[in-house]
């Protein structure tokens, strides 16, 4: 069984920055990709950034320019640096995996961008 460790999350304000990590721990088989995504209160589940295991990156259009994935393939963990912060960003980050064993969820943390 795998596990997902987020954090770095928070309140800051509109053009700040933070940066989100997410540590993969337990049953790790090979990994496919590791993803960001975010849902915010009274919209659909957004997929944010992905990183594939080929180093492969692909953004959402809202984000493009700002956001910037990473991943550290010895400590299993992926990071999301998140810069020119909008209000709109305002949202839950979800950090998820896909290896050989199947799919999995981290539990989330706030960001909440706000003057």
């Known amino acids: 069984q795998v596990q997902l460790v987020e954090s770095g999350g928070g309140l800051v304000q509109p053009g700040g920055s933070l940066r989100l990590s997410c540590a993969a721990s337990?049953?790790?088989?090979?990994?496919?990709?590791m993803d960001w995504y975010r849902h915010a209160p009274g919209k659909q589940r957004e997929l944010v950034a992905t990183?594939?295991?080929?180093?492969?990156?692909n953004y959402a259009g809202s984000v493009t320019g700002r956001f910037t994935i990473s991943r550290d393939n010895a400590k299993n963990t992926v990071y999301l640096q998140m810069n020119s912060l909008k209000p709109e960003d305002t949202a839950v980050y979800y950090c998820?995996?896909?290896?050989?064993?199947?799919?999995?969820w981290g539990q989330g943390t706030q960001v909440t961008v706000s003057s």
């Open positions: 990183k594939t295991s080929g180093g492969s990156t």
């Open positions: 998820h995996l896909v290896d050989s064993g199947g799919s999995t």
């Open positions: 337990g049953s790790i088989f090979r990994i496919y990709t």
